[in-house]
């Protein structure tokens, strides 16, 4: 058996909520892409299934337990997915994954290059956390 028959196949967890592709412009000085983007891309996909289970408004109020586990290159596509975990009184606490493809290789599989989970908070029009609708 091979090396490759060997590793399991990962799967992303969660709904896809978005998909882009690693430009220049988003690199860091040693030319890998730059980790804000990705956090940047993170906190938007997280974004999505908080503001549908708040019904409205979110602010993010946290991040923790972020892992970098591959670097992203100029011209991969990465895809972000999203899973609400828990729910509190306003609180939505989201994990997200980016996975990155290979746009060079014909036959790229792809790979789980971060991961962390975001806390949003259910907010009204004056930016004061609200009350999440009943599930």
Same mark, same amino acid.
């Given at each position: 058996m091979t090396d490759a028959? /060997?590793? &399991? #196949? %990962? %799967? &992303? *967890? =969660? /709904? &896809? !909520?978005g998909r882009v592709i690693a430009m220049p412009a988003d690199t860091n000085p040693e030319g890998d892409i730059f980790g804000g983007w990705l956090l940047a891309q993170m906190d938007l996909a997280g974004a999505t299934p908080a503001f549908e289970r708040a019904n409205g408004r979110c @602010?993010? +109020?946290a991040l923790d337990g972020m892992v970098f586990h591959q670097p992203v290159s100029v011209g991969? *596509? #990465?895809?972000t997915y999203a899973k609400v975990i828990h729910t509190g009184r306003t609180s939505i606490r989201v994990h997200v994954e980016v996975?990155?493809?290979?746009? =060079?290789? @014909? *036959? @790229?599989?792809? +790979?789980? !290059?971060? *991961? =962390? #989970?975001?806390?949003? #908070?259910a907010i009204d029009a004056d930016r004061k956390p609200r009350p999440l609708p009943a599930a």
């Open positions: 028959e /060997q590793t &399991p #196949v %990962l %799967l &992303p *967890e =969660g /709904q &896809p !909520v @602010a993010t +109020v991969d *596509e #990465v895809s996975w990155k493809r290979s746009r =060079g290789e @014909a *036959e @790229a599989r792809s +790979v789980r !290059v971060t *991961e =962390g #989970v975001f806390t949003y #908070v």
